[in-house]
């Protein structure tokens, strides 16, 4: 049984530019959860993605915008890269069944922007 | 804001337990006690997480207050593989989706 899966791992890009990365879930999940890990920081919720639309969103500018697919894996872009958007992004997968099951985190794509 | 508190860092000889407390004095009565642990820039990973009663599983026991205001994680042979930074969080099932991250503890175990 496969876990959460993200691509690519790393990757650099310079101010400006913009980026897609991407989320399969875990098997049987319905569910995608983003979110942004600083250096020294705990994870920072982006946003989440249930039935292909977004359900919820953290506090983070409209240069972040993600998307579900019908197979419910997601991908989360960024635009007008700035240096400051340097982090960890994690998905995280859950199922929601009238609640909100537990979140699996991936191992997370870092992003270096120069 | 996370509604959790923990002590920045803590120490642990391998092998013995590892007790990890928590506080969450405002906390509400549809609210989750959840643990998840960091290893070392990998993905935080799911451990264990409660309502009210003490829960156990393969990786550790979670004990709650009765008052539900505090709560304490509990490795019971801690080895150096359980060296990360472990957070506890609160969240309402039914409502919100997101988890919200405080500082967590920073959980070193020794040889």
């Known amino acids: 049984d496969a876990g959460v899966t993200q691509s690519p791992t790393h990757l650099i890009k310079t101010r400006g530019q913009q980026v897609t990365l991407r989320c399969s879930p875990k098997s049987g999940h319905d569910t995608v959860s983003w979110y942004q890990q600083a250096l020294g920081q705990g994870p920072q919720f982006i946003f989440q993605y249930y039935e292909e639309e977004e359900r919820q969103r953290g506090n983070f500018p409209d240069r972040f915008s993600g998307h579900q697919f019908p197979n419910y894996s997601s991908e989360l872009n960024v635009n007008a890269l700035l240096l400051g958007d340097s982090a960890l992004y994690l998905c995280a997968s859950s199922f929601y069944d009238r609640i909100w099951h537990e979140q699996y985190f991936g191992p997370g794509t870092r992003l270096t922007v120069t | 804001d996370a509604k959790t508190t923990q002590p920045t860092s803590m120490d642990c000889a391998e092998g013995r337990a590892a007790n990890l407390p928590c506080n969450h004095s405002?906390?509400?009565?549809?609210?989750?006690v959840y643990w998840y642990r960091q290893i070392h820039s990998q993905g935080p990973q799911y451990i264990i997480h409660g309502l009210k009663n003490n829960e156990t599983n393969e990786m550790a026991s979670l004990i709650i207050t009765e008052d539900r205001k505090s709560s304490t994680l509990i490795l019971p042979h801690a080895t150096l593989r359980d060296t990360a930074v472990y957070y506890c969080i609160v969240r309402n099932e039914g409502g919100s989706e997101k988890l919200v991250f405080g500082k967590g503890t920073k959980l070193t175990v020794n040889p």
């Open positions: 405002t906390i509400s009565g549809n609210e989750y």
